[in-house]
């Protein structure tokens, strides 16, 4: 139980072209997503929280216009890279925290690495 | 601010080694303790767990005690399968409830047969 889907796993995108990553919590209701990115060989790095029904809350040094993030529903979050440069290559992987009985903490999308070109 | 801070990897061990990997934390208050698990080209999976002092988490023959006098959770396994090759990543969320994780840096685990 407690599942977060990711999608997509993998994307290859030019410069200058947007990305749009999507997390949906298949079994439960997300109020808040968090969106973590993690470089090669490196810890994961907590970009945002999202907040359903209201704007996402960025982390010092993560630029709110580039990192476009929505939660519109409680079970769907989505985290927008804008006019992508290869400095943005990274893997971004997403996180719901999930409350009340024993599926209670947190769980993991699988993931998505992105490639820019 | 809060931090946590693991053992430099990659660790190499063979199989049926004892694993320690050590973490230790900086909090204000009394963190929830974690430890997470990610395979290569994988997300993160929860390995273990602590949410108070003293408590030790286990899973698939890994433990971690939380000890609030030295401020760790140190994961331990007693005999590693190749299977267990992956990077671990110990991870605390503050009291405050902001449902924020924050990781050390994570340790490279390389199994040999």
């Known amino acids: 139980g407690a599942v977060v889907s990711q999608h997509p796993s993998w994307v290859i995108c030019k410069s200058g072209t947007s990305v749009k990553i999507e997390c949906r919590s298949l079994?439960?209701?997300?109020?808040?997503m968090f969106w973590y990115r993690q470089f090669p060989k490196q810890s994961l790095m907590l970009m945002a929280t999202?907040?359903?029904?209201?704007?996402?809350?960025?982390e010092q040094g993560v630029e709110k216009d580039k990192f476009l993030i929505n939660h519109a529903s409680l079970t769907l979050s989505t985290l927008t890279v804008t006019s992508a440069h290869p400095e943005d290559s990274s893997f971004y992987i997403c996180?719901?925290?999930?409350?009340?009985?024993?599926?209670?903490?947190?769980?993991f999308g699988s993931g998505t690495r992105l490639t820019v070109v | 601010g809060d931090s946590v801070t693991q053992m430099e990897g990659p660790v190499t061990l063979s199989e049926e080694a004892f694993l320690t990997i050590n973490c230790t934390y900086t909090?204000?208050?009394?963190?929830?303790l974690f430890w997470y698990v990610q395979y290569p080209g994988e997300g993160l999976q929860l390995l273990l767990k602590?949410?108070?002092?003293?408590d030790k988490g286990s899973n698939k023959g890994f433990e971690a005690t939380y000890r609030k006098e030295t401020t760790s959770f140190h994961l331990e396994k007693g005999s590693v399968q190749v299977s267990d090759s992956a990077v671990y990543f110990c991870?605390?969320?503050?009291?405050?409830?902001?449902?924020?994780?924050?990781f050390g840096q994570g340790t490279t685990l390389q199994v040999k047969p």
């Open positions: 079994d439960f209701q997300a109020t808040t």
């Open positions: 991870a605390l969320s503050d009291r405050a409830n902001t449902g924020k994780l924050i």
């Open positions: 999202s907040n359903e029904g209201s704007k996402a809350t960025y």
């Open positions: 996180s719901a925290r999930v409350t009340g009985g024993d599926r209670s903490g947190y769980t």
């Open positions: 909090a204000t208050g009394y963190p929830s």
């Open positions: 602590a949410t108070k002092a003293d």
